[in-house]
């Protein structure tokens, strides 16, 4: 079980942008109180009790998390397409939430719960084996080497998604950073997560189901290779 006090940790990247658009800052006030995920913050749960997760939705369908989801593209299409699954987004950038919560008004498929901060909030108060299918989408590559501690692959990270990840449950990270996905390989197996696409020749195949982002927009613009690279919880 997750413990019961909150957690103190360091985190590294922006919260918010230089500022917000006044139909960025209504959605924040109007619909992120409806669609957040109750005491995932640990100002709202500071004990960190565990949530359930058939509340979100109402019901035991299959639950999907996005990490990172950026603006929201790749999140908002899979949910519209996939109306029996619930999908859970994590962003602390809040910038990016707001502009979900803008794509999902214009068109709510009524299946997607917000969370506006670190991901490892969920992780204190999702219970075990919950997540059936998980996505780390062109994370921070911070590229400096005494920064790859930083990244989502390490530990700190990967255990408590492990935890929360039902087992055969997949993990699709994408990158363009040749080195991320080095250290993705390193990293992410001995953390509880078997590779499903050993040959580096498919590494740079898009899933069947996939929606680009802005993020692989740039990186194809500025000449950076796209790697996408498929795990299943052991």
């Known amino acids: 079980m997750p413990d019961t006090a909150a957690p103190q940790r360091n ?15 209504r959605y924040l006030a109007e619909d992120l109180p409806r669609l957040k995920v109750p005491d995932a913050d640990p100002a709202d749960n500071p004990a960190r009790a565990p949530i359930d ?6 019901d035991t369908r299959p639950l999907w998390l996005e990490i990172g989801f950026g603006a929201g593209e ?14 859970i987004g994590a962003e602390p950038f809040i910038n990016g939430v707001a502009t979900l919560l803008g794509k999902l008004r214009a068109g709510d498929p009524g299946n997607v719960r917000v969370h ?16 059936d299918r998980a996505f780390l989408l ?11 501690r930083r990244r989502f692959v390490t530990p700190e990270h990967l255990a408590p998604l492990a935890r929360v990840m039902r087992p055969r449950a997949e993990l699709f990270i994408a990158t363009d950073i040749a080195d991320y996905v080095r250290q993705a390989l390193e990293e992410v197996p001995p953390s509880g997560f078997a590779l499903r696409t050993p ?10 189901d996939w929606h680009r982002t802005r993020y692989e927009e740039k990186a194809l613009r500025e000449g950076r290779v796209p790697h996408y690279l498929t795990f299943a919880r052991a």
């Open 11 to 25: 985190f590294y990247g922006r919260r918010k942008g230089k500022g917000l658009k006044r139909s960025h800052e």
């Open 53 to 58: 997760p058939a509340a979100l939705f109402g």
């Open 74 to 87: 790749h999140l908002a299409d899979q949910a519209r397409a996939n109306p029996g699954i619930g999908f």
């Open 116 to 131: 506006a901060g670190d991901v490892r909030d969920l992780f204190d108060v999702l219970p075990d084996g919950c997540i």
């Open 138 to 148: 062109y994370p921070d590559p911070w590229p400096k080497a005494r920064h790859h």
């Open 199 to 208: 040959d580096p020749s498919d590494w740079h195949t898009p899933w069947a």
